[in-house]
C-alpha cells in the first residue's frame, strides 16, 4: 500500500494534530509516531511541509485516498489514540471530523456529510458554542402569510429546545441567531446600556444606529454576516443548513479549524448521530479485506510495551522557552520564512514565531518578496496595481476607494511613507532575529533597486 507524497504530508499533519488534541503528549504517542513514519516511509520534510498546511487542506488531501488507505488511517488513529490507555473527547471529536471530512465509507457515516474549515483566527474563542448557520437566502413565495425565512429555519425551531439539551449534555452552547436577536430586541434596553460599558467607544450617534437597525436583521443574513465577513472565511459558500463546531487544539496556531456539519432536513437528528460516532469511532471494528491490507495493519499495531505514562503538556509557555533560546543564539543557520495563507509572515525554523508588522508593511513586504531582482523607488509606480491588489487581499477593510489612496500615498509620495514602513519592518525583525534580521530586510543603496537578499529557497509562499 502506497500513500501519495501530498497524503503522506496530510496524514504527517493529521496525526501531529491529534496527539495534542488532548494537550498531552506521552512518550508512548512519540513511539507509535515512530513506527508509522517508518512503515508508511513518512520522512521529516513530509513533517516539516506539514507545519505549513491547514487541517482543512490535510483533510482534502486525503478525501482523495482509496479505501483502503482510510481504513488504515482509522487503525492508525484508534491505536494512536489509545497509546496513553484512553481516549480523550478531544482526540474522539477531532477523529470524527476528519473521518467525515475524508468520507470514510462505513455504516455508521451513511448520511452524514461534513467538512472541515480551517479560518484565520478569529481573536476570540468559541469554543463551547455550536453556531447554526444559513444558507444565503434564496427568495422564495411565502405560503398561508408564512415569511419565507420563518419557514425555512421551522425544522431548527421545532428541535431547538432538544437540541440545546443535547448541547448542554456535551457542554456545549447553542447559538442560534433567531433566538438570540429575540433575546436582544426583548431586553433591549439593558442591551444598549450593556454596550455602553463594554464598548466605551462607541459614539452616541453609533448607539443609536445599532438601536434602529436591531429589528431589521433576519436570520440567514445575519449567518451569512457572520460566517463569511466576521470569521473572513472569503468566498466560502454554505450548502447547505450546518452547525458550525471549533476544532480543539491545545497548540497556538494562525488559523482555527471548525468543524461544519450539515443538517439539511432534520438538525436534532445530525447531531444525534454525529456525537454517537464520537463515542464509537475508536471501537469501529476493522474488517482487513486483502492481504496487503492485513501486512500493513500487522506493522502498524502498537506493541503493548509501547503505550508510555510520562506525559508532557506543552504550553504557551514552552513555547516562550524555545523562542527565547533560539532568539538569543546568532550562530544558527537562517530560518526559513513562511508566507500564510491569510499573508501573515512566520519564521520556520525559530518555532515558527510570527513577524508582526502591520497590513501595507506586510503588502510592501511580499511585493519585494516576490520581486527577486529588487525594485527602484522611482519604479515602485509601476507595480501599484499588483501592490493593491495583495493590500486588498491582506486588509479587512472593504472600503476599496480608501484602500486604493492607502496604496497611492505609498507610490506617489515615496520618501514621505517609506522610510517610517522600512523602518517598522525592520524593527520586527531584529525583535527575533538581532544581527541576523540584515537577511530578511528590504535594503538597498541610495538610487540602487532596493531588495530582499534572503535565499528564496528559504521562502515558503502559500499566499495566493
Known amino acids: 500500500m502506497t500513500f501519495k507524497e501530498n497524503a503522506k504530508t496530510a496524514l504527517a499533519k493529521v496525526l501531529s494534530d491529534l496527539i495534542q488534541s488532548d494537550g498531552i503528549v506521552n512518550q508512548g504517542e512519540i513511539n507509535y509516531l515512530r513506527q508509522v513514519f517508518k512503515a508508511l516511509k513518512i520522512h521529516d520534510s513530509h513533517l516539516k511541509t506539514a507545519g505549513t498546511m491547514s487541517l482543512a487542506d490535510a483533510a482534502d488531501t486525503l478525501r482523495g485516498c482509496g479505501a483502503s488507505e482510510k481504513t488504515l488511517l482509522l487503525y492508525i488513529v484508534q491505536q494512536l489514540a489509545n497509546a496513553d490507555g484512553c481516549c480523550d473527547p478531544c482526540e474522539a471529536f477531532l477523529s470524527t471530523a476528519l473521518f467525515l471530512a475524508i468520507g470514510l465509507d462505513r455504516p455508521e457515516t451513511q448520511g452524514l456529510h461534513a467538512q472541515i474549515v480551517s479560518l484565520p483566527d478569529t481573536h476570540f474563542d468559541p469554543h463551547d458554542t455550536v453556531l447554526f448557520v444559513e444558507p444565503e437566502r434564496i427568495p422564495e413565495t411565502p405560503s398561508k402569510g408564512q415569511p419565507a425565512d420563518e419557514r425555512r429555519s421551522d425544522p431548527m425551531k421545532s428541535h431547538h429546545e ?4 443535547l448541547l448542554q449534555r456535551r457542554g456545549k452552547q447553542l447559538f442560534y441567531l433567531p433566538h438570540i436577536m429575540a433575546g436582544i430586541q426583548e431586553k433591549k434596553a439593558t442591551f444598549l446600556q450593556m454596550l455602553r460599558y463594554l464598548e466605551p467607544l462607541l459614539t452616541e450617534d453609533q448607539l443609536q444606529l445599532i438601536e434602529h437597525d436591531l429589528g431589521g436583521f433576519r436570520s440567514s443574513d445575519l449567518s451569512k454576516e457572520i460566517f463569511l465577513n466576521y470569521l473572513n472565511a472569503r468566498g466560502f459558500h454554505i450548502a447547505h443548513p450546518a452547525f458550525l463546531m471549533k476544532i480543539d487544539h491545545a497548540r497556538t496556531d494562525t488559523s482555527q479549524d471548525f468543524l461544519l456539519l450539515d443538517a439539511p432536513d432534520d438538525p436534532l437528528q445530525a447531531l444525534e448521530r454525529f456525537f454517537a460516532l464520537t463515542d464509537q469511532v475508536m471501537r469501529f471494528p476493522i474488517d482487513a479485506q486483502g492481504k496487503n491490507l492485513q501486512r500493513y495493519m500487522d506493522l502498524l499495531t502498537m506493541p503493548q510495551e509501547a503505550q508510555g505514562k510520562d506525559a508532557f503538556q506543552y504550553t504557551g509557555f514552552h513555547k516562550i522557552i ?14 526559513r520564512l513562511r508566507i500564510g495563507d491569510n499573508g501573515r509572515l512566520f519564521l520556520v525554523d525559530r518555532n515558527d514565531a510570527e513577524v508582526k508588522i ?3 508593511g506586510r503588502a510592501l513586504y511580499i511585493l519585494f518578496l516576490r520581486h527577486e531582482e529588487g525594485i527602484a523607488l522611482t519604479e515602485l509606480a509601476d507595480h501599484r496595481d499588483e501592490l493593491m491588489d ?3 487581499a491582506l486588509s479587512t477593510y472593504s472600503n476599496e476607494d480608501k484602500l486604493r489612496q492607502t496604496v497611492d500615498n505609498l507610490v506617489d509620495f515615496v520618501g514621505t511613507t517609506m522610510n517610517p514602513l522600512l523602518s517598522r519592518i525592520r524593527k520586527s525583525f531584529t525583535a527575533l532575529l538581532g544581527a541576523q534580521a540584515k537577511d530578511y530586510l528590504i535594503e538597498g543603496d541610495v538610487g540602487d533597486r532596493k531588495k530582499i537578499h534572503l535565499d528564496r529557497r528559504l521562502v515558503i509562499d502559500t499566499f495566493r
Open 162 to 165: 432538544a437540541i440545546s439539551q
Open 390 to 392: 495583495l493590500y486588498a
Open 358 to 360: 502591520q497590513t501595507l
Open 322 to 335: 524555545v523562542d527565547t533560546l533560539l532568539k538569543y543564539h546568532s550562530d544558527q543557520g537562517l530560518s
